[in-house]
Structures are given as C-alpha cells and as structure tokens.
C-alpha cells in the first residue's frame, strides 16, 4: 500500500536510492519501487526480517548493489546523507512513543539535502481501539527533527485483517536543502 502512495504521488528518477525503513520479511515496498529507482536499502529492526529478504534478493538474482536489507542499527555508519527518499510504510504505529523521535531524527540524518520521508500509517482511533499513529504528535515530531512537511492528510480507508476498517494517513517531509 506505501508504494502505491509513492508510485501515485511521488516523483522518483531512475538514479533515486531509497530508504525501505521497516522493509519486513516481504519488503514489498522494496520490491514495487526497485524498477523505478537504481538503488534499495531495506531496514529493519529484526534480524529474521533482514535475512530473510536478503535471501528473497538474493533467490531474484538482484546484487547488493540493487538491493540489500540491513538492520537498523547499521544504517547510520553506512548511509548518512545518502537517501533521496526515505518510505516508512505502517511502521511507526509499531514504535513506541517514546521511540519515534529518535526514529525520525535517524531518518533526517539519512537523507540527502533536498531528501524526502514519506510515512504511511494507520491513524489511531481509539474508539474503534485501533492502534495506529497519533498524528499531532507525529507531525510536530517530523518538524521538531527538522523536516518541512508538504502534505499530511488521510489518504484511503482499509480493512483490516480484524474486519475493522481504519484509515491510512499520510505525511511527507522534505529534509531543507
Ligand atoms: C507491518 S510491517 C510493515 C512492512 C512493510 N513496510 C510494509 O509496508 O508492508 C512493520 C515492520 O516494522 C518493523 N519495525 C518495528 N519497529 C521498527 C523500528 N523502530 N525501525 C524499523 N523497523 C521497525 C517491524 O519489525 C516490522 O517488520
């Protein structure tokens, strides 16, 4: 769903190297957005998770060069400054509140100059007792770590696995050039 966001909405440009924070053992951000950009990261915090797409990589004959998943952890000393676009998509419902700062500080130094993080997510509702991202909150932290933001608005409504439909948000932020 995050990349068809981005394929909708995003220009992307065939030299692009993009940032799959929170790629998951699928990485199927990763793997929509690989045709259109030359270079994917996939990052994440579990190690299960970046071996196996690894492996899925790997099994598709793609080279390290075209796409590699690494954890979190290692991203700051290789890739600082380095993203043109960063997607974090249905991850940060997954970080705790006290985390999410960090998180998208991390994400800022990543980026390049001009360098854009998109984040797609489930909008809390706690009503429905869906968990999902407080968007207040989070728009005030992708601001305080320094990121201009272009659009944050509801994007669709989905189903989820529990029946309940619930609605996914969207903020993008560009890093100041
Ligand atoms: C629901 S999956 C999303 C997978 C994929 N991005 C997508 O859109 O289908 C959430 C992923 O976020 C990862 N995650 C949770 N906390 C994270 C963090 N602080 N940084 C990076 N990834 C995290 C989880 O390990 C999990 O693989």
């Known amino acids: 769903m995050a990349a068809e966001y981005v394929l909708d909405n995003i220009q992307l440009n065939p030299t692009d190297i993009v940032l799959d924070f929170g790629c998951g053992k699928h990485g199927g951000v990763s793997k929509s957005l690989l045709q259109h950009v030359s270079r994917i990261i996939s990052s994440d915090v579990e190690l299960d998770?970046?071996?196996?797409?690894?492996?899925?990589?790997?099994?598709?004959?793609?080279?390290?060069?075209?796409?590699?998943?690494?954890?979190?952890?290692?991203?700051?000393?290789?890739?600082?400054?380095?993203?043109?676009?960063?997607?974090?998509?249905?991850v940060f419902h997954h970080i705790e509140d006290d985390q999410q700062f960090a998180e998208i500080q991390l994400i800022y130094r990543l980026l390049k100059p001009g360098g854009k993080l998109a984040i797609i997510d489930l909008q809390k509702q706690e009503e429905m007792n869906i968990n999902g991202i407080d968007v207040d909150k989070l728009n005030d932290r992708v601001q305080a770590a320094g990121?201009?933001?272009?659009?944050?608005?509801?994007?669709?409504?989905?189903?989820?696995?529990?029946?309940?439909?619930?609605?996914?948000?969207?903020?993008?932020?560009?890093?100041?050039?």
């Not at 790997?58 to 043109?84: H, P, R, T």
């Not at 608005?153 to 903020?171: M, T």
């Open 147 to 177: 990121l201009d933001i272009s659009v944050s608005q509801r994007w669709r409504r989905v189903k989820l696995p529990s029946k309940k439909k619930a609605y996914l948000h969207v903020i993008v932020a560009t890093k100041p050039a």
């Open 49 to 90: 998770a970046v071996n196996k797409l690894n492996t899925r990589f790997k099994d598709q004959g793609l080279i390290s060069s075209e796409a590699v998943a690494v954890l979190n952890s290692e991203l700051e000393s290789k890739y600082s400054d380095y993203f043109d676009l960063a997607v974090a998509g249905l």
